[in-house]
């Protein structure tokens, strides 16, 4: 691999797959690598190499560790700039990882300033005077007030970056970025010299993270959600729609409690055959698979907030659905949709997938990604918040936006 080429650093599967579209989008051609590589693999022609970490809500010193492995992999594989990409929600806890994680990008790389900008404008989250939105509600009045694992308490995004890191940090306000390129790069300017380390910038529509980018082509690091990062390819769609998927019968495996997987299970179950994950009906859900092995189905924890159990039962939960995945590739399913991020990775880690191509998208943000080795296997792993109603029936039939 040779050039100019971008390096991101993803903190979840599923966020690994968004960056990897909104990227593809923008008109790079991109690779996507779920864990850390081999000190010896060599990585395909690319213009952006992605790898897609498990480090949301791992301990804050693992985060930093992996990270920096990350970093230096990408290094060392052409990668000239850095992206850290995490979710829209910006969900994570008061010790970290996103504070400490980008302040360790950020000293390994040698930038002084760093943007912080989640916003992704397509998805309902916007950034406005350093607050983050769902949509017309603040983040802490969102679904993401419940979430298990990461909730999200306080939509303040310098207030909580400041209890993740002891460097300073401010906001960059929605004027300035009105302002144009130019006014950014000023104002980033004055702030580094005042020895701000996090920017947290607004951005509320997408021209808002097309400003940010243009003022941002030369910094060696970058952090934010899949928006800032398809805005560095100035939008223009390189590639076609289209993509060759294994045929034959699909499943889908959720994990993710979000109020919109919730409501695509529900569009779902109206579609295919279905079952309901609970813990010690694992054995059952195995029988059940294997009887239902020609059609198209679905197994699911998903639950409302009142059914479910603490971190260990959810973790619980992504093993179970990790083994049934590895047993419908047995049963000869080539097709598998995901949805949840935890869930994601512990799916993909059991069926021993590391390297993908990025197809086209079954919905914004929520690509196909067929696998390199044998057998090829197309997996879509989809973020909990992401995707219309009927994306899980509509996707496990091979269908595309």
Not at 108 to 123: D, F, K, N, R, Y
Not at 354 to 382: H, M, N, Q, Y
């Amino acid at each position: 691999m040779s050039g100019d080429v971008l390096g991101v650093i993803a903190d979840d599967y599923t966020g690994g797959t968004d960056v990897a579209a909104a990227l593809r989008r923008g008109g790079f051609r991109v690779v996507l690598h779920f864990g850390l590589p081999d000190e010896g693999w060599a990585a395909p022609e690319c213009d952006a190499l992605v790898i897609a970490l498990k480090t949301r809500t791992t301990e804050p010193d693992r985060a930093v560790e992996q990270s920096l492995q990350a970093q230096r992999l990408l290094a060392e594989r052409g990668a000239s700039r850095l992206y850290f990409k995490y979710c829209s929600t910006f969900d994570s806890t008061d010790e970290g990882n996103i504070g400490v994680v980008a302040d360790a990008l950020a000293d390994a790389t040698g930038e002084a300033l760093t943007i912080v900008c989640p916003a992704s404008p397509e998805h309902g989250r916007t950034v406005y005077q350093g607050h983050l939105f769902v949509g017309d509600r603040l983040l802490s009045e969102s679904s993401m007030r419940h979430h298990p694992l990461t909730p999200m308490t306080d939509p303040d995004l310098v207030r909580v970056l400041g209890r993740q890191t002891a460097r300073p940090v401010a906001n960059l306000p929605l004027a300035v970025v009105r302002g144009g390129a130019e006014a950014v790069r000023l104002e980033l300017d004055r702030l580094r010299a005042n020895g701000i380390r996090h920017v947290v910038a607004d951005a509320v529509i997408d021209e808002d993270l097309t400003a940010l980018a243009r003022a941002c082509p030369d910094r060696r690091l970058l952090t934010g959600g899949a928006g800032l990062a398809g805005a560095l390819g100035g939008g223009t769609r390189a590639h076609a729609d289209g993509a060759d998927l294994p045929g034959g019968p699909g499943i889908v495996l959720a994990g993710s409690c979000s109020t919109t997987t919730l409501t695509q299970v529900a569009g779902a179950r109206e579609q295919m055959p279905s079952l309901r994950l609970r813990l010690g009906n694992e054995d059952e859900a195995m029988t059940w698979l294997a009887d239902h092995a020609r059609q198209t189905v679905m197994l699911y924890a998903s639950a409302p907030p009142e059914e479910r159990g603490g971190p260990g039962e959810a973790e619980s939960f992504e093993q179970a659905l990790a083994a049934l995945g590895r047993r419908a590739v047995e049963l000869g399913y080539r097709r598998l949709v995901v949805a949840g991020g935890e869930t994601s990775g512990a799916v993909v880690k059991a069926l021993g997938v590391e390297s993908v191509e990025v197809t086209a998208e079954a919905d914004r943000g929520v690509p196909w990604c067929v696998s390199t080795g044998e057998p090829r296997i197309a997996l879509l792993l989809k973020s909990g918040n992401f995707g219309g109603r009927d994306l899980l029936s509509r996707a496990a039939r091979g269908g595309l936006r």
